[in-house]
């Protein structure tokens, strides 16, 4: 199952998160080497490279992470739970992410269409609320791409 980067809980949050398993080795008081899996929430605004990470640990400032990820925490636990299988990234709907399903822009190949789901936009209002500084990092025709998903939702409204 594929990492994917999903949305925080938080209202006009622009963040997505996932969950992962970090090996964190060290060396102990005897000189020996070890290692332990810890738990990060890893998170970014979708398109941009700059990715934070913070310790998940079991108290409440854990809780409170898991509960403004639920999405990414629930993800993360059905991940754990099954086998390691390589899977398509799944689409918004799959998740019951609101707004409209990136794969609804049908003037983005199926390449570009991975790619930005890969970069964690799931949702064409993510494409449309793009910066400038994000759109320079998607690439090539990001900027075409916001004015057409913003043009699509108007003609979708009305």
């Given at each position: 199952m594929q990492d994917i980067w999903?949305?925080?809980?938080?209202?006009?949050?622009?963040?997505?998160?996932?969950?992962?398993?970090?090996?964190?080795?060290?060396t102990n008081r005897e000189g020996e080497k070890c290692s332990r899996t810890v738990v990060l929430l890893e998170t970014k605004v979708p398109g941009s490279q700059d990715v934070s990470a913070q310790l998940v640990k079991d108290n409440s400032e854990g809780r409170k992470l898991k509960a403004e990820y639920s999405l990414a925490w629930a993800q993360y636990e059905k991940k754990k739970a099954a086998a390691p299988v390589a899977a398509p990234v799944p689409t918004?709907?799959?998740?019951?992410?609101?707004?409209?399903?990136?794969?609804?822009?049908?003037?983005?190949?199926?390449?570009?269409?991975?790619?930005?789901?890969?970069?964690?936009f799931l949702t064409v209002e993510q494409v449309r609320d793009m910066s400038d500084s994000i759109c320079d990092r998607v690439g090539m025709g990001a900027k075409s791409f916001r004015k057409k998903a913003a043009q699509h939702l108007v003609a979708k409204a009305g």
């Open positions: 999903l949305p925080s809980n938080t209202p006009h949050s622009k963040a997505s998160g996932r969950f992962v398993d970090h090996v964190h080795e060290y918004a709907v799959e998740y019951g992410i609101k707004g409209t399903p990136i794969e609804d822009l049908d003037f983005i190949g199926k390449d570009r269409l991975a790619m930005l789901k890969g970069m964690g």
